[in-house]
């Protein structure tokens, strides 16, 4: 079925939504303000319909030409590249939409009130606006078609796009000519542009290497088949949110503090900054391979303790552990830097049992944050700082760093 839909708000998720005969309809690749010609894609659900853009009516005052041609509404769905679904929205504008987006989120989700988000926005980079938002990804993963041609699935599938350029990717990795390139027989071809040791190209499961990341004066040793911020710039940014985030008051070096959901130490390394001394740290970390590194970078300003395991599997067992003990935690200050599916009531629960004094989250996903703050919150924490930074140009996501806090009864 073809319809013309007024496109009336965002999602979070990247598709714009309009509204036919009542029901609401979810469609990528438009922007509020835009008048599209559209075909219903789905329409099993009786209240939530989603469609596929054909052509734009009347374009939003805010709609530009798409940064990447090969992701552009122009294309049939099934051949557009994925991973840039904002890239057709003037850059001030993605940061409107994700800034309205995170506090729908937090007021809907989460329970915050309007009054509490006044003055929250999701700030650009430094630099990013001189550029238009491109140039800023250190790692980029890309797959390969049957002739061995790279490029991204299209979105919400594994059909391979072929392109000709990456916008978003560094300028070292776009010289590198990786998409001139034909790599037959192979499956994933991830390049990474690191700091400290160049261009890498990962492909297929290749043996892990060593790799260097220079954050300002401080080296972070890990593999390159490791998770590292993809932004530039992210490093030293959330290392800095997150000493703003931490109250060095309730900060306290002996404390059981703990980094969960570790990666190789980044976060860990900014509290010890906060603390100006060895602080005691708790690194737990699933992926056995970056947990080996933590302690070697974490060397000169922690008494690091590695655990190998699931973070919502080790806080539960230590829950458990100290249960009956009033407030075990209380002077422990916890970084959570949680996956995009957040840390969930598990961890949370098992967080407020222990009573931890200080919670800093570091959130990629918005509606993860909310319902986490939510339970922190009816646990008794009060949310008392939040940060949000466009660390992702030309898509829907962001990131947010927020600090709760609890006073021993």
């Keep these: 079925m073809i319809v013309e839909l007024e496109i009336t708000a965002m999602a979070h998720g990247g598709s714009g939504i309009g509204r036919l005969e009542g029901r609401v309809i979810f469609c990528p690749g438009v922007i509020p303000g835009d008048i599209v010609r559209a075909e219903i894609t789905d329409d099993s659900k009786k209240s939530l319909w989603r469609a596929q853009a054909l052509s734009i009516i009347t374009p939003s005052p805010h709609r530009v030409p798409h940064i990447w041609p090969e992701a552009d509404i122009s294309r049939p769905a099934a051949e557009r590249a994925g991973g840039a679904d904002y890239g057709h929205i003037a850059l001030p504008h993605q940061r409107e939409l994700k800034t309205h987006i995170l506090k729908d989120s937090l007021m809907r989700f989460g329970g915050i009130s309007e009054d509490v988000l006044q003055g929250v926005t999701v700030q650009g980079v430094p630099g990013d606006d001189e550029r238009n938002g491109l140039g800023w990804r250190t790692r980029v993963t890309l797959h390969a078609d049957e002739s061995g ?28 000519g990786i998409v001139s390139t034909p790599f037959e027989g192979a499956h994933t071809v991830r390049a990474l542009d690191t700091t400290g040791s160049g261009v890498r190209l990962v492909i297929d499961e290749q043996a892990a290497g060593d790799i260097l990341e220079r954050v300002g004066e401080v080296e972070f040793h890990l593999s390159d088949q490791s998770f590292w911020q993809v932004h530039q710039s992210a490093p030293a940014l959330l290392s800095d949110a997150v000493t703003r985030a931490i109250d060095p008051a309730r900060l306290h070096a002996d404390a059981d503090n703990a980094d969960l959901y570790s990666g190789v130490g980044l976060l860990g390394h900014a509290m010890a900054q906060v603390a100006g001394q060895e602080i005691s740290l708790t690194a737990v970390e699933s992926d056995e391979r970056a947990l080996s590194y933590v302690s070697r970078n974490l060397a000169d300003v922690a008494e690091v303790d590695p655990i190998a395991a699931r973070v919502d599997r080790w806080i539960s067992g230590k829950a458990r552990d100290l249960a009956g003990k009033k407030a075990p935690w209380s002077r422990a200050t916890i970084i959570l830097d949680p996956p995009r599916s957040g840390a969930k009531a598990e961890v949370t629960t098992a967080l407020a049992s222990l009573g931890a004094g200080q919670i800093v989250y570091v959130a990629c996903d918005p509606v993860a944050l909310a319902r986490d703050a939510s339970a922190l919150m009816k646990s008794g924490y009060e949310m008392v700082f939040l940060e949000s930074w466009d660390l992702f140009p030309h898509t829907h996501h962001m990131e947010t760093v927020a600090t709760f806090v609890k006073d021993p009864a």
């Design 149 to 176: 041609r790279l490029g991204p699935y299209a979105e919400k599938s594994h059909t391979v796009i072929p392109v000709k350029d990456l916008p978003l990717a560094s300028d070292a990795i776009r010289s590198a």
